[in-house]
């Protein structure tokens, strides 16, 4: 398993940008596709953005398009997600999670990172 820390997080005005980072322990992060999932207070956790475990291939759910980009520098074992004019329906609790590249499901969490946009 790999163990993953989220930084990054805070509050920020409407329109602003946060950078979260995930570091990844362990010496094998490149057999790991990487995503970023968040929960918002009342909601269900929803998936934001993914990447290959080789960098390729980045999704994202349509609500976030044009605005957040991920990204990955497996040298670091760090995963990026830059987040450019957001919104106050961008607050929620952010959360970095891990599958192994043949795994369908994710199966390492993070302990999630607070984003609060203020109007």
């Known amino acids: 398993q790999v163990q993953l820390v989220e930084s990054g997080g805070g509050l920020v005005q409407a329109g602003g940008s946060l950078r979260l980072s995930c570091a990844a322990s362990g010496r094998t992060f490149t057999s790991y596709d990487m995503g970023w999932f968040r929960q918002a207070p009342g909601k269900e956790r929803e998936f934001v953005a993914a990447?290959?475990?080789?960098?390729?291939?980045?999704s994202y759910v349509d609500s976030v398009k044009g605005r957040f980009t991920i990204s990955r520098d497996n040298a670091k074992n760090t995963v990026y997600l830059q987040m450019n004019s957001l919104k106050p329906e961008d607050t929620a609790v952010y959360y970095c999670?891990?599958?192994?590249?043949?795994?369908?499901?994710?199966?390492?969490w993070g302990q999630g990172t607070q984003v609060t946009v203020s109007s």
């Open positions: 990447v290959k475990w080789n960098g390729g291939n980045p």
């Open positions: 999670a891990a599958r192994y590249h043949i795994f369908a499901e994710y199966h390492s």
